[in-house]
């Protein structure tokens, strides 16, 4: 049966011509349940700051207002820019390409919660931005349930890589529940978990992008040795003396190594 919610959208569409743009990775969520239960898991309080990205025709949107009317939304689509001025006359809304988003000056005296089904293309950029730049105390995101898999996938398995090591050390993470591809409009090919996240309050993020940058080195050959892959970055008595300390075999392949002991080599390596 159709909501009230979803005839709204379903009318928007019809009298606006209104195609759903595969650049932008816009699939719009129209299940009332998911709605609800996504913001819930944020756990917003009347006083709590929120941004939203990507709030396409309000889907999260309404909800949260009805919680805390400290909301600021990023959304790049002028169509549903001006969709959503109308709806909600007092809601801030940024018109900026996302990864152009100035995280680092946002609310930057203020902690906020995000919120956000992630466009699949470029969820990791924007966790990376996120993560890198935002003044967040949690964070609550839609992702493609095989990226949430790779986040949360266990050392020694073929989808543990960087990203899921640089999100382990840096953040606290959450497989909350998955939504099936049904439950959008229009429906894409798989489907999505949301998960939680926030920082490690005992990770000094100055040493975000250098623990990236070495994550990059040594997951840059998955096939290839530790070893052979870090040689290109480093002399090798280095290599030697820090693989020693750490009791790393040389012949050790990138995913089966803890992300507990990448942390430590990162900091050998570079002498922080």
Do not use: W
């Not at 990226?147 to 398995?157: E, N, S």
């Amino acid at each position: 049966m159709i909501g009230k919610e979803e005839n709204k959208f379903i009318s928007f569409i019809k009298k606006n011509k209104f195609f759903a743009s595969r650049k932008m990775g816009q699939n719009f969520l129209i299940n009332e349940n998911i709605k609800k239960k996504i913001v819930d898991s944020l756990e917003i309080k009347p006083d709590d700051h929120v941004l939203e990205i990507g709030p396409g025709f309000g889907a999260l949107t309404k909800i949260v207002l009805s919680q805390t009317k400290n909301l600021t939304v990023v959304e790049l689509d002028k169509r549903l820019v001006e969709f959503l001025k109308q709806e909600y006359k007092e809601l801030r809304i940024i018109n900026i390409d996302v990864l152009k988003f100035d995280f680092k000056e946002f609310n930057k005296d203020t902690q906020y919660k995000i919120i956000s089904n992630l466009p699949y293309s470029i969820s990791s950029k924007i966790i990376f931005k996120i993560l890198k730049y935002a003044n967040f105390s949690q964070s609550v995101l839609m992702v493609q349930k095989e990226m949430a898999d790779r986040i949360t996938a266990k050392v020694g398995t073929k989808k543990y890589n960087n990203f899921t090591v640089l999100l382990r050390i840096t953040s606290e993470i959450k497989k909350l529940f998955d939504v099936s591809n049904n439950c959008f409009f229009p429906k894409p090919e798989v489907d999505s978990t949301v998960i939680s996240f926030e920082r490690k309050k005992d990770f000094d993020f100055t040493n975000f992008e250098k623990l990236e940058s070495f994550l990059l080195k040594c997951f840059s050959q998955k096939r290839k040795t530790i070893f052979n892959n870090l040689k290109n970055y480093f002399p090798k008595q280095k290599i030697e003396e820090v693989f020693n300390k750490h009791s790393i075999i040389p012949t050790t392949r990138p995913e089966n190594i803890k992300e507990e002991l990448y942390l430590k080599m990162c900091f050998d390596f570079y002498d922080l």
